[in-house]
C-alpha cells in the first residue's frame, strides 16, 4: 500500500513539473512573439515618419535631401489629459575617425 502511494506522489511531482516546464516554454514563446510584433509595428511607424519627413522636406525644399538634411530625427509624444509634451530626439554624427575594422 505505501509503495503504491509512493508511487503516485512521484507520478504527480513529475506531472506537476512538466507542466510547470511546459507552461514556462509557453509563455516564453508567447512573450518572444508579442515583442516581435512590438518590433515589427515600431519599425512599420518610423519608416513611415521617416518618409514623412523626407516628403515634408522635398516639398518644402523643392528639392531631394541630402545625408546631412537628414541627421536629426525627432518623436513627439504628448498627453492630453496631463498636458505634458515629451520630445525624444536622435542625432547621427558622420564623422569618419579612422579606426580600422578589425577594432570592433
Known amino acids: 500500500m505505501s509503495l503504491s502511494l509512493i ?3 512521484l507520478v504527480q511531482v513529475y506531472w506537476f513539473n512538466s507542466s ?4 514556462d516554454e509557453q509563455f516564453k514563446f508567447h ?4 515583442m516581435g510584433d512590438v518590433s515589427n509595428k515600431l519599425q512599420k511607424q518610423e519608416a513611415y515618419k521617416f518618409y514623412d519627413k523626407y516628403n515634408h522636406y ?3 525644399t523643392g528639392k531631394i535631401p541630402q545625408k546631412n538634411d537628414l541627421l536629426e530625427f525627432y518623436y513627439i ?11 525624444y530626439s536622435n542625432s547621427i ?11 570592433f
Open 77 to 87: 509624444q504628448k498627453n492630453n489629459i496631463t498636458n505634458k509634451t515629451i520630445i
Open 58 to 60: 522635398k516639398d518644402s
Open 20 to 23: 510547470f516546464k511546459n507552461n
Open 93 to 103: 554624427i558622420s564623422q569618419n575617425y579612422g579606426m580600422s575594422s578589425t577594432f
Open 31 to 34: 512573450v518572444k512573439q508579442v
Open 7 to 9: 508511487g503516485i506522489i
